[in-house]
């Protein structure tokens, strides 16, 4: 086992735990990053990793949030929260979009749009959105301000928005649900928390997918490398999601908007002067 791929999965962990929140694209970042360290492992390890990887992020969504996700509480008195069953069936209705888009059209979909341009294009017009809604925003109160007043309809229009996350990579499949969200008038607490856990689902069926096309014939190298960068993904996304939550009680999104369009450019020129060259 080589070390130097060691040190490779904990760099692409460490950019993992912090894209995959920030709703900046991780699959911008793994994109580039890519380009410039490259893991010694083949085309289809690398198409798994890149998404079974998130799996690691996702533990921390639910080791943070373990008591506001489920339902159960036992003792002398087992509690069952209807609450949070409610929850979770506006979860499934707000996945169901880009669920049946990814099932029957995830190969078509990579095929046609997992390239720079796209990518690119997706950072640039998004954090354009951002700063265009957060700009309309800054005067209005929002309507929903807790997770309990999200009602189906608001949810199902959350997840149509995670749908074009799920059709043009570089979207970012939080910064989708977050304008989504900031559109209908649900606060950016709300809507950085069901993100958060709307992503429970989704990355556990996108890593399921990823997994069963691939097979479990993983090497020893292999099942290293996707276990490092799956532990350091975690490790990093606790930090990561505590810091956005604390962020956004005072300030806006305003800053991963710039940031995006500053991406998207970057990206948009660097892989636009390598083909040219």
């Not at 930090?239 to 970057?266: E, H, T």
């Amino acid at each position: 086992m080589d070390f130097i791929e060691i040190l490779k999965a904990i760099l692409f962990g460490i950019v993992e735990g912090i894209t995959e929140w920030l709703p900046i694209s991780s699959t911008g970042h793994m994109i580039l990053l890519n380009e410039f360290v490259t893991l010694n492992v083949s085309a289809e390890f690398w198409e798994m990793f890149e998404v079974v990887i998130q799996l690691g992020a996702i533990l921390a969504v639910v080791v943070l949030f373990w008591n506001q996700i489920f339902p159960f509480q036992f003792g002398k008195k087992p509690i069952i929260q209807a609450e949070i069953f409610s929850m979770w069936f506006k979860i499934v209705v707000a996945c169901l979009p880009a669920a049946v888009v990814g099932i029957l059209f995830d190969d078509a979909i990579n095929e046609m749009f997992y390239n720079y341009q796209t990518v690119s294009v997706a950072l640039i017009v998004f954090g354009v959105a951002f700063l265009v809604i957060e700009n309309r925003n800054r005067h209005l109160k929002p309507s929903v301000n807790r997770i309990e007043d999200i009602t189906y309809r608001t949810a199902l229009l959350i997840g149509m928005f995670q749908l074009i996350a799920a059709l043009f990579p570089g979207t970012s499949r939080s910064g989708a649900t977050i304008i989504g969200a900031l559109l209908i008038g649900v606060s950016r607490t709300v809507a950085a928390e069901f993100t958060f856990f709307l992503a429970i689902p989704v990355m556990f069926g996108a890593s399921l997918l990823k997994i069963v096309k691939f097979g479990l014939s993983f090497t020893v190298s292999e099942a290293v490398i996707l276990l490092v960068g799956m532990v350091v993904a975690f490790l990093v996304s606790i930090l990561v999601i505590q810091f956005l939550l604390s962020y956004i009680k005072k300030n806006d999104f305003k800053v991963f908007g710039w940031y995006r369009i500053v991406l998207g450019i970057a990206v948009l020129g660097y892989f636009g002067v390598l083909h040219l060259s």
